[in-house]
């Protein structure tokens, strides 16, 4: 039983990725918590290194088609990147029991954010006029999104999507594909301090992350031909009703 969580949680983490830029760990870290118990800071820390791999593939596929833009977007990388390592330290003297309440909630979030306030297009022409008020929020919101990821594991690359698409002028294909490839490091530091000041559960990890690379290579091939109006539907309504049944089971375990 154990297996076919790790593997099911892979296929559909790596699958988010693809698609839209979503970080593994909305997936991965809240499943394995609630249904198989594990400790929320060693589980963000495995569903965090599935990211890894999952990025980078997806990246490169975004990159094969052009769609990614680093020079703009390469200040708020180094913020999210820089202020991950700290969120990840601050993570561990939270409360397990708290911290696992707290990924569950967050998924249910996620899901009404793509629900209510759908990521869009932008073609408004603004994405080679970096200004300084732009530079100062890529730094503010790297810091954010970096202490956000850090802490929870999730939640960096549809905050990053946001950023780059209404604050720094991308249109969507191009957010998602600059998200994803920020998203590599942002994973890899993440899980690094994860591991390094905890440990891991190596065979989860692997079979995880081999899962979340499949179901990436699924969803970046395709993602340039859905249409996002409907992508935010599905993965909406998905992770709501996901989280809640989430928050449910855990809050029924907790009694």
Known sequence: MEYIIYIIGGLLAGIGTGFVGLSAAVIIAPMFVT???TDPYTAVGIALASDVLASAFSAFTYYRNKNI??????????SVVSFTILGSYLSKATNPVNLGGML????VFLGLRFLIFPVKDNNSGGLYNFTKSKFILSVFWGAVIGMISGYFGAGGGLSMLAVLTIALGYDLKTAVGTSVFIMVF???VGSASHIVISGTL????LITGFAALIGANFAAKYANRVNHVILNKVVGSTLTVFGIALVLIYIFQNV
């Open 35 to 37: 249904l198989l118990k």
């Open 69 to 78: 833009h680093l020079k703009n977007a390469a200040v708020l990388g180094i």
């Open 104 to 107: 569950n909630i967050f998924v």
């Open 186 to 188: 942002t994973a890899l």
């Open 202 to 205: 190596w065979v989860p990890l």
